[in-house]
């Protein structure tokens, strides 16, 4: 049974970074996808930032380049997403999700998604 544990979340002020975990378990993590997705009320989920598990060659949205970094640890099954200078629209739930196809930032291509951990940014 495949499982994805995020954990980072928080309120921080504008400006502030956060970093989130997702550890996976029950998956083939290696050679994969591993994608971070967020959706704010009333908005669809958007893609933030993905990593090919297997090579490490990573791909972000436009709204968080130079801002939002993934990566990864092979040995721990995690990957994280560190988030700089965050900003009040960054806030909404976000989602750690693996797919067993090439996926890159395309939610619909993910298989398997961890429950959320919710971010919040004041300004």
């Known amino acids: 049974q495949v499982q994805l544990v995020e954990s980072g979340g928080g309120s921080v002020q504008a400006g502030g970074s956060l970093r989130l975990s997702c550890a996976a378990s029950g998956y083939t993590y290696s050679s994969n996808f591993m994608g971070w997705f967020r959706q704010a009320p009333g908005k669809e989920r958007e893609g933030v930032a993905a990593?090919?598990?297997?090579?490490?060659?990573?791909y972000y949205a436009d709204s968080v380049k130079g801002r939002f970094t993934i990566s990864q640890d092979n040995a721990k099954n995690t990957v994280y997403l560190q988030m700089n200078s965050l900003k009040p629209e960054d806030t909404a739930m976000y989602y750690c999700a693996a797919s067993l196809v090439v996926a890159g930032l395309t939610s619909s291509e993910y298989n398997y998604w961890g429950q959320g951990t919710q971010v919040t940014v004041s300004s």
């Open positions: 990593i090919y598990t297997g090579g490490g060659s990573t």
